[in-house]
């Protein structure tokens, strides 16, 4: 499986994490893993798999700002 | 003798509305350690995270349980309702709202003197696959007030590295400094993006989004002039890393490039070079598979900050001989 941001719809750039099947540099058709409404992005796994890390940024009329947060698998 | 009687009966009726308060509130704990708060998805099958179980313990001296006492909750949007005592020093209610992002609920315990609280800050998304738990903010020191980017999970989940910039970077992207963080220890050189090591604290912690302890990786002392280093990555078999590093020129930073370096980013990357490095565009978010031999990047010309990026996979005996390119 190969994670990644991309645009959350066409034209709309905040970012979304999307995810497809891998096999070398064939992939399926990408489902949407992840949508904000903040920007999403840069996810990563911890390799038991039940550890899930992405970048969210918010941005405003007042700025802009980037977190770092985590969720866990649900037991 | 009038005078002594008043005394008395004063100093008696002192001595009740002390016991009444002891009735009331049979402890005063005021470690803040003694108040867990933990966020749960209320449906996770749900996609949309609308409502979030929020549960807070209370305790004295970690062990000794607390309840009955006046908890409070409150959230920076929408509400939390239905606050229930569960006679264990547990407490627990809903909140609901709008997936609109950031929330944090901050719990109170009336009852102590001070006042003691706790808090959360979780994300209402619009939509989360419903095998994971609603997502909650890193505390400080690992998100703050800066720019926190790139973030990148190690393996064994209790390390995290980042890239950290102290400016508003959609902000620098339109050539605007606006500074909204301060400079992190060790940081190398001012307003460049430094790349981070977080550190989870060792043994079990139910508030598992603090204790983290953050570390500026040596490799940011491979700046000599402004560079922007980013995009940290760990092999899975903790073996090597990659990084990117956007190098200034004395206008403006050049295109990011793709480097290779030691898995505890201590050392002077080597740049991957070309066929990965395309001249006039900036390679982005490496990730290497060691165990297929893959390396999964994107680019992006640097010319036209709305171009599409495209997500590229080079392949060969090593992958600075990328041979195969999709």
Partial sequence: MIYFATDRDRDDYMLAIWRATIDGTYTGFPEQFAVGPVAIGRPSFSQDGQWFCFTYATIDAQGSDADIAMCRRVE | MRKILLTLTLLTITILMLSCNEGKSPTTPTDTQDFKIAAARWN???????????????????????????????????????????????????????????????ATDNDSDPVVQTSITFLALEYLDPEWEVPVKLAAPVSTDGWETASFL?????????????????????????????????????????????????????????????????????????????????????????????????????????????????????????????????????????????????????????????????????????????
Wanted: proline share 7%.
């Fill in chain 2, 154 to 326: 190690y393996p064994s989940g209790n390390n995290l590295a980042f890239a950290y910039i102290t400016l508003d970077w959609v902000a620098l992207a339109a050539n605007i400094i606006r500074p909204i963080g301060e400079e992190r220890p060790g940081q190398s050189i001012p307003q460049t993006l430094n790349i981070y090591i977080a550190e989870r604290p060792a043994g079990v912690n139910p508030q598992w989004w603090t204790g983290w302890t953050v570390e500026n990786a040596q490799v940011n002392l491979f700046q000599s002039l402004p560079m922007y280093l980013s995009a940290p990555m760990v092999t899975s078999d903790n073996s090597m890393a990659f990084c990117t590093v956007q190098e200034f020129n004395g206008l403006g930073y050049d295109p990011t490039t793709i480097y290779s370096l030691d898995s505890g980013f201590m050392n002077a990357p080597t740049a991957l070079g070309p066929p990965v490095d395309m001249t006039g565009l900036g390679e982005d978010n490496p990730y290497y598979d060691v165990t297929r031999g893959w390396l999964y990047f994107d680019t992006y010309d640097l010319g036209d900050p709305l171009s599409k990026q495209n997500i590229w996979a080079a392949q060969g005996l090593e992958y600075r001989d990328a041979a195969v390119y999709r």
């Fill in chain 2, 44 to 106: 996770p099958s749900n996609t949309s995270i609308e409502a979030v179980n929020i549960t807070v313990a209370r305790t004295q001296d970690g062990a000794m349980e607390l309840p009955g006492r006046d908890i409070t909750m409150t959230a920076t949007s929408g509400s939390v309702t239905g606050l229930t005592d569960h006679g264990d020093g547990t407490y627990d209610a809903v909140w609901t709202g709008a997936p609109e992002g950031e929330v944090t609920v901050v």
